[in-house]
């Protein structure tokens, strides 16, 4: 296998403008990104944008957007600009594609003078027939070079009459092409399987692989690193590479995506667009520290990498040829921890959107008010709240739901369900009575978990009450649900007045 260059640095991603940024686009991104900043080099942003009828309005500023939330910012091409727009830097530029169109026809013309490319002047229903003939016949379908030996006299008479037409590369007959992989080792193709597949375009765009190339060749770009589809387009790079005389860059193709049964991932097993993660509430540390391991591993049993660790540690040798599989439940995992490890001011901050988005709450400069009861809650309240969820969310759009109960006047459940399963309603009543009369008489400053669960369990024990009786009656009071944290926890982030009224609640539903 080759060895890795590391001089110089210059990586690059090239997306075309034809829709939202994927998982699989990320993981591409990321992996160039810290592969750059790991040996000092640049990373480039190059616009693909040739194919005019997929162009996506919009996909190019979302691209940025995105780059911008994941803090991954390119040393070079297109960026936003404060007030939103696309501007580009760097001095390889342009960097995007269809302001090169005349690079390009300065190039073709280089490869028509070395006889390595050629006119063709088939139309578009002569294609088709072709192609549908060689389908019905099983064959691969592929052009058949009618034009390929066209004499000189005759391209020029129809390019003066001004006969639509493309450029096509000439394909070497029967060549074994070596695509050397930094990730794979070698791999050989034969020209057979290739055809003399279009270069420029009738409307005088070029293609994918031949602006790819020459941009690449001209924006010096020393490692091309890019999803596994692209495998198969690469000899097609290297025979032009070979053509135009030029060295090429290493390539690197990384590991296909898989779902959980091993088959390429697809929409519904979570390859959603890196907007739909982040709306799910995905913190942007979990979801990149996540990526990064889809596909590569420093070769330890460390899971949970900073950003500067990923980039320290981050190296090709350590990238894997077979698939990577996508785990949602892995996510989960990696975006508790880091939920968990979140400061109070910072959970507070993630937690804002998902809580006003749903309704529950609105912020303003100086006050937060319930949506439901029009009252304000203090920064320290809601913070209580959020800490008795902050180990129990998997995602942040999982907050609001989780949290609903503490901000509601209004908990509405079947009286029965207050009644612990070994106790009867007549007990329960009297144990919400003995409750109703702890917490009057509790003092505010003592009004924390820490010190009800002690004077509770010492309650139980004097009275000798089955625990379940009083504090399963306490905790669905205090919840109105099945599942929910612990009663001791609850009551102190409710605060001695809210506990008082929902246990008084109880007890009217019960009477
Ligand atoms: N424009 C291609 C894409 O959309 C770039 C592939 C490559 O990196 O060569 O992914």
């Known amino acids: 296998m080759e060895k890795l260059n590391t001089q110089n640095v210059r990586v690059r991603i090239a997306p075309s403008p034809t829709g939202l940024v994927h998982i699989g686009n990320l993981r591409t991104i990321l992996y160039n990104f810290l592969f750059a900043k790991h040996y000092k080099g640049n990373f480039l942003i190059r616009i693909e944008d040739t194919d005019q009828t997929r162009k996506v309005p919009g996909a190019v500023e979302n691209l ?40 390009y026809q300065q190039h073709i013309q280089d490869l028509l003078d070395k006889n390595k490319a050629y006119y063709c002047f088939c139309s578009k229903e002569r294609l088709e027939t072709l192609r549908e003939d060689q389908v019905k016949n099983k064959l691969a379908p592929k052009y058949d070079n009618l034009c390929r030996d066209l004499s000189k006299d005759e391209v020029q008479t129809l390019l003066k009459q001004g006969a639509p037409h493309v450029i096509r590369f000439r394909m070497p007959e029967n060549k074994d092409v070596i695509c050397d992989d930094l990730i794979r080792g070698e791999i050989i193709f034969n020209t057979k399987n290739l055809d003399d597949y279009v270069l420029m375009k009738a409307d005088n765009f070029p293609t994918y692989h031949f602006a790819n190339i020459v941009d690449d060749h001209l924006m010096k770009i020393t490692q091309v690193m890019r999803g596994d ?71 330890t049993e460390q899971e949970v990498y900073t950003f500067d660790e990923l980039i320290n540690q981050f190296s090709l040798d350590n990238v894997h040829k077979a698939g990577a599989v996508f785990d949602v439940d892995k996510l989960d995992w990696i975006n508790g921890i880091y939920i968990r490890e979140s400061s109070e001011a910072k959970f507070l901050e993630l937690a804002k959107p998902y809580l006003e988005k749903a309704e529950l709450l609105t912020f303003s400069d100086n006050k937060i008010v319930i949506n439901e009861t029009g009252e304000s809650i203090k920064p320290t309240e809601l913070n209580r709240i959020l ?125």
Do not use: C
């Not at 939330?69 to 939103?84: F, Q, R, V």
């Not at 995506?257 to 995905?282: A, H, P, T, W």
């Not at 006047?409 to 612990?420: S, T």
């Open 64 to 103: 940025l957007k995105v780059l911008e939330w994941a803090n991954i910012s390119g040393d070079e091409g297109p960026y936003l600009t404060k007030d939103g727009k696309v501007k580009e830097k760097g001095d390889f530029g342009p960097y995007t594609q269809s302001q090169r169109l005349d690079i």
């Open 229 to 299: 589809e692209w495998i198969a387009s690469t000899p097609k790079h290297v025979l032009l590479y070979e053509a135009f005389g030029w060295q090429m860059p290493q390539f690197a193709h990384l590991p296909q995506l898989l779902n959980k049964q091993r088959k390429k991932l697809s929409k519904r097993d979570g390859d959603s667009s890196v907007s739909d993660f982040v709306e799910s509430g995905y913190l942007k540390e979990a979801l990149l520290n996540f990526i990064a391991l889809l596909g590569w591993n420093a070769g």
């Open 387 to 511: 800490a008795l969820e902050k180990s129990r969310i998997k995602k942040l759009s999982d907050l609001p739901e989780a949290i609903g109960f503490m901000l509601s006047n209004n908990l509405g459940y079947p009286a029965e369900n207050l009644i612990w399963k070994k106790s009867d309603k007549e007990q329960t009543k009297v144990n919400l009575k003995l409750l109703l009369q702890y917490f009057q008489d509790l003092k505010d400053e003592s009004f924390n978990s820490e010190k009800i669960e002690v004077d509770l369990k010492a309650l139980i024990q004097q009275n000798n009450l089955d625990t379940g009786s009083i504090l399963w009656p306490l905790r669905y009071a205090l919840s109105g649900r099945d599942k929910s944290p612990g009663p001791f926890e609850l009551a102190s982030a409710l605060g001695k007045d809210k506990t008082l009224a929902r246990i008084q609640k109880a007890l009217d539903f019960l009477s």
